[in-house]
């Protein structure tokens, strides 16, 4: 890595967006702010209470553990076995994180050489190209196929065999693609035959909708030979300011991911780690709520755009609408002219990848009745874009 990969970078989406929505606040200006996905409601108490408890405890103001503290390994092997019904040691299969977006850099750094081949989807949580540019390695996209899985087929035989890691994400953001478990079961199949590291990145786990529970990989049988699983409590549990999450599976990638988080850090703030304890002890009475607020934002949202003419279909699961900028705009002159007009910021879609182009996203981090109103926004903005 050298300062030469970071300046070849390009500027973090999500940086202009802010400094976008700055300016306008600056200037006096009323924002409705659906852009960024972080969560909106309050930390569960049972959490805080567990926060309270350890910053209080004198024995717990040393340093953590590297890997991970006892009682959060525990209480993450009890939440993968009762959740996904899948057991993992709680000794090398696991390792506390602080946040999934620092835990797939640093597996990405650690798991690449210079030139070596990171198997991304064509529209893609930032993180990992960037990471991967980091690193000097070479982000290759891989296809959606129409339903949302992956057109492996569509990877050139040479990047193929310089490829060391592929990263997945179902439910996806923003494309909000969800995933079977047969399908899970064909990307481990093709990680094991091709020798790379599969990374399913599942931010978002328990926030899904209309009965569909969302699988992990690690429910295929030998998947913890190819696979890990990131999983994050910043959107299940409220959680984003926290910055607690973990990585579960194969050992030897978590054995290098420890040795190369070593040589950096010191392991994961105890007291995250105790909130993090607390959620997945609890994950069974924290989670239903927040998937009921998030289903009746979602509901809203999706009623008012077909109100207002839009055929919007309600995703399965994540906490997005993945739309399509209107005729007339490119996306920052739509974002704009959203931001300029009625004051609602959204995200503009190639924040995700070029192939993330001529769409937009809108998170449900507002209360539906605001939702309702930014959806009433967008579809009047659009039905009097400049080419309709
Ligand atoms: C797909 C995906 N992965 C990872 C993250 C980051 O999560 P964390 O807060 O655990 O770093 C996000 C956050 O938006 C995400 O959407």
């Known amino acids: 890595?050298?300062?030469?990969?970071?300046?070849?970078?390009?500027?973090?989406?999500?940086?202009?967006?802010?400094?976008?929505?700055?300016?306008?606040?600056?200037?006096?200006?009323?924002?409705?702010?659906v852009g960024i996905g972080s969560p909106d409601g309050p930390i569960p108490d049972v959490v805080i209470e567990a926060m309270q408890r350890t910053?209080?405890?004198?024995?717990?103001?040393?340093?953590?553990?590297?890997?991970?503290?006892?009682?959060?390994?525990?209480?993450?092997?009890?939440?993968?076995?009762?959740?996904?019904?899948?057991?993992?040691?709680?000794?090398?299969?696991?390792?506390?994180l602080a946040g999934s977006k620092e835990g797939i850099a640093e597996l990405?750094?650690?798991?690449?050489?210079?030139?070596?081949?990171?198997?991304?989807?064509?529209?893609?949580?930032?993180?990992?190209?960037?990471?991967?540019?980091?690193?000097?390695?070479?982000?290759?996209f891989v296809p959606f196929l129409p339903d949302g899985r992956l057109d492996l087929e569509a990877v050139a035989p040479g990047d193929l065999?310089?490829?060391?890691?592929?990263?997945?994400?179902?439910?996806?953001?923003?494309?909000?693609?969800?995933?079977?478990?047969?399908d899970y079961a064909h990307l481990v199949d093709f990680a094991a035959r091709h020798d790379i590291l599969l990374i399913s990145d599942l931010a978002y786990s328990e926030l899904s909708y209309d009965g569909y529970v969302v699988p992990s990989v690690l429910q295929v049988?030998?998947?913890?030979?190819?696979?890990?699983?990131?999983?994050?409590?910043?959107?299940?549990?409220?959680?984003?300011?926290?910055?607690?999450?973990?990585?579960?599976?194969?050992?030897?990638?978590?054995?290098?991911?420890?040795?190369?988080?070593?040589?950096?850090?010191?392991?994961?703030?105890?007291?995250?780690?105790?909130?993090?304890?607390?959620?997945?002890?609890?994950?069974?009475?924290?989670?239903?709520?927040?998937v009921a607020e998030y289903r009746a934002r979602r509901d809203a949202l999706v009623a008012a755009m077909q109100a207002g003419g839009w055929d919007v279909q309600a995703p399965k699961a994540t906490m997005y609408l993945w739309l399509p900028v209107p005729g007339g705009y490119d996306d920052w002159g739509w974002v704009d002219a959203l931001m300029e007009g009625p004051g609602v910021v959204v995200t503009p879609g190639i924040a995700f990848g070029e192939a993330g182009r001529g769409r937009f996203r809108v998170s449900l981090v507002q209360p539906a009745d605001v939702l309702t109103k930014a959806a009433a926004a967008i579809t009047s903005i659009a039905a009097a874009a400049p080419s309709s």
């Open 1 to 33: 890595m050298s300062l030469n990969s970071l300046a070849e970078i390009p500027p973090y989406v999500f940086y202009e967006l802010d400094a976008r929505r700055n300016r306008q606040r600056a200037a006096g200006k009323s924002l409705i702010d």
């Open 55 to 96: 910053a209080a405890d004198r024995g717990l103001s040393g340093y953590p553990e590297f890997r991970a503290h006892p009682l959060f390994r525990q209480a993450v092997a009890g939440y993968l076995h009762n959740r996904f019904g899948v057991s993992v040691d709680a000794g090398s299969e696991l390792l506390a």
């Open 108 to 140: 990405i750094l650690s798991h690449t050489n210079p030139g070596d081949v990171v198997l991304i989807p064509e529209v893609y949580y930032p993180v990992y190209a960037r990471a991967t540019s980091l690193a000097a390695a070479q982000p290759v």
């Open 161 to 182: 065999a310089r490829a060391r890691v592929m990263i997945v994400n179902y439910p996806g953001n923003p494309t909000t693609a969800t995933i079977t478990l047969d």
């Open 221 to 290: 049988p030998g998947a913890s030979r190819v696979a890990v699983e990131m999983h994050t409590c910043s959107k299940s549990f409220n959680m984003a300011g926290v910055r607690i999450a973990f990585v579960a599976g194969k050992r030897e990638a978590i054995a290098q991911l420890d040795a190369y988080r070593s040589n950096i850090g010191y392991g994961v703030s105890t007291m995250a780690q105790m909130a993090g304890t607390a959620a997945f002890t609890h994950h069974e009475a924290i989670v239903p709520p927040i």
